[in-house]
């Protein structure tokens, strides 16, 4: 594993960001967002969405209160799972998980609450810097 860092002054940079990854992930893909609330993870997971689906203005609602949501983009299906209300690592199961990693690339909000469930991952860690943000990935 290599880390590096990434300044995200602003949201273009976070867009940019997004934009990149997303070029990136292929079917089976798992990243796990990390970071308290408000660091950004919903921002960054909005920016790599709309990349993917090549639309700017796609609406991406945060999944803290579905826990799931589900975009079918040119790249694939992308599963967006906010797992911040999960109680144990199992229920995972009822939200479609193994379908998500069979089937798709997984954004996941809150990835520890996943234990030992969860599979090997690149781990983007979100911490606010200034007025800006600062990004950890983990590859």
């Known amino acids: 594993m290599s880390a590096f860092s990434i300044s995200l002054p602003d949201e273009r940079a976070t867009d940019q960001l997004g934009a990149t990854l997303a070029a990136r992930l ?14 950004g993870k919903t921002t960054l997971a909005r920016a790599i969405l709309r990349a993917a689906a090549e639309d700017a203005q796609l609406i991406v609602p945060s999944p803290t209160f579905t826990l799931v949501e589900v975009y079918e983009t040119p ?38 609450r996943l234990g030992p469930l969860l599979p090997r991952h690149l781990s983007v860690t979100l911490e606010v810097d200034g007025d800006g943000r600062r990004a950890l990935l983990d590859v």
């Open 26 to 39: 292929r079917i089976g893909d798992v990243v796990g967002l990390k970071g308290e609330l408000g660091a």
């Open 75 to 112: 790249r694939g299906s992308f599963w967006h799972f906010d797992l911040y209300r999960l109680e144990t690592p199992e229920q995972v199961f009822e939200l479609g998980w193994e379908e998500a990693l069979a089937e798709g690339i997984s954004l996941i909000e809150w990835p520890e």
